[in-house]
């Protein structure tokens, strides 16, 4: 069985820090990309950012560019999304996922989901 369990959300006033981890378990994923997701109320899921389990490509929202950073922990299994100067159009809740399909932007293109954690961004 496959599991994804992030951890790490919270209330933060703007222009603080969170970091948000998801834990894998169940098999190996260095074949996967690795990939966050935030939902806000009555809006779609978007992307945020990845990273290649292999390798350390990484990819980014450009909304979240230069704010947050992507990374990972392979003897720990573990995906990080460190977020700073957090703004409060951040607030949503956060998804990490596991995938291998080709557009690292869409949410079909990854597998295994885990079951999310909130952020709430106060201004």
Avoid: H
Avoid at 62 to 88: C, E, G, H
Avoid at 91 to 107: E, F, K, L
């Amino acid at each position: 069985q496959v599991q994804l369990v992030e951890s790490g959300g919270g209330l933060v006033q703007a222009g603080g820090s969170l970091r948000l981890s998801c834990a894998a378990s169940g098999r190996t994923f260095s074949s996967y990309r690795m990939g966050w997701f935030r939902q806000a109320p009555g809006k779609e899921r978007e992307f945020v950012a990845a990273i290649k389990w292999s390798g350390g490509s990484t990819y980014y929202a450009d909304s979240v560019k230069d704010r947050f950073t992507i990374s990972r922990d392979n003897a720990k299994n573990t995906v990080y999304l460190q977020m700073n100067s957090l703004k409060p159009e951040d607030t949503a809740d956060y998804y990490c996922a596991a995938g291998s399909g080709i557009m690292v932007v869409t949410a079909a293109s990854y597998k295994y989901w885990g079951q999310g954690t909130q952020v709430t961004v106060s201004s």
